[in-house]
């Protein structure tokens, strides 16, 4: 089972560039890295996705290191309204269509001024 | 964009009812989860289903049952609801192929009394 193991909880000033990292050792061949952000009362929704090396978005970057057992997501200049939970998923293949899909705890990202 | 909506915000439902869980996507997607959340546990699988008819359990599934009678509706079932099982409950949905991201409801808030 891939599990993830994240910092329960992190705090920002706003416009600071913020580093999470997830744990991820058991982490199969085939399995992505996808990190989900979620607001109070709403469901997560996807930031960034990546196999391997680094990628980037509008809204954030994802580092991944060459064993990939574990992977960063960098929020850059960060703002209040960042503050949220960060979730890290990495899929749990079974050999059919779907994968089992399985969260970790998720990291408190709590931003101010 | 893809809609997952969930049937109701909030429900608060007696200890032994039988409660059903309804998650309605318009995407075509084959994959549906359903998800608790509780607080310091994160995100937690309860079932998903990768085809019509077709079910797989998730890390948590004692006390829950599903149906999938139709490509487009995930119904979550609590047999005999219990207190235990107060919580939020979160649906998602997942594109073809098992890289694709999920795509979150905005969740039932279940009280049970």
């Known amino acids: ?113 | 964009d893809v809609k997952v909506t969930q049937s109701s915000r909030y429900l608060v439902k007696r200890t032994g009812e039988k409660v059903f869980l309804e998650c309605v996507q318009d995407m075509d997607h084959e994959n549906m989860f359903w998800y608790r959340q509780d607080p310091g546990l994160g995100l937690r699988l309860i079932y998903f289903s990768y085809d019509v008819k077709m079910k797989e359990k998730g890390d948590i599934p004692e006390g829950y049952s599903v149906s999938r009678e139709k490509k487009e509706r995930f119904s979550l079932i609590l047999e005999s609801a219990s207190t235990n099982q107060t919580s939020m409950y979160l649906c998602a949905t997942q594109g073809p192929g098992t890289n694709e991201k999920l795509f979150f409801g905005s969740g039932t808030q279940l009280s049970v009394l």
């Open chain 1, 1 to 113: 089972l891939a599990k993830t193991t994240q910092p329960i909880s992190m705090d920002s000033y706003e416009g600071q560039e913020v580093n999470i990292t997830c744990s991820h050792n058991n982490i199969a061949t085939n399995d992505y890295i996808t990190w989900y952000q979620q607001f109070p009362s709403q469901g997560p929704r996807f930031i960034i996705q990546g196999y391997k090396t680094k990628v980037t978005n509008e809204v954030a970057s994802l580092f991944i290191p060459a064993d990939r057992k574990s992977s960063t997501l960098s929020l850059p200049r960060v703002s209040l309204s960042d503050t949220a939970v960060y979730y890290c998923l990495v899929g749990d293949r079974l050999g059919g269509t779907a994968s089992k899909l399985t969260f970790g705890t998720g990291t408190r990202l709590q931003v101010t001024l």
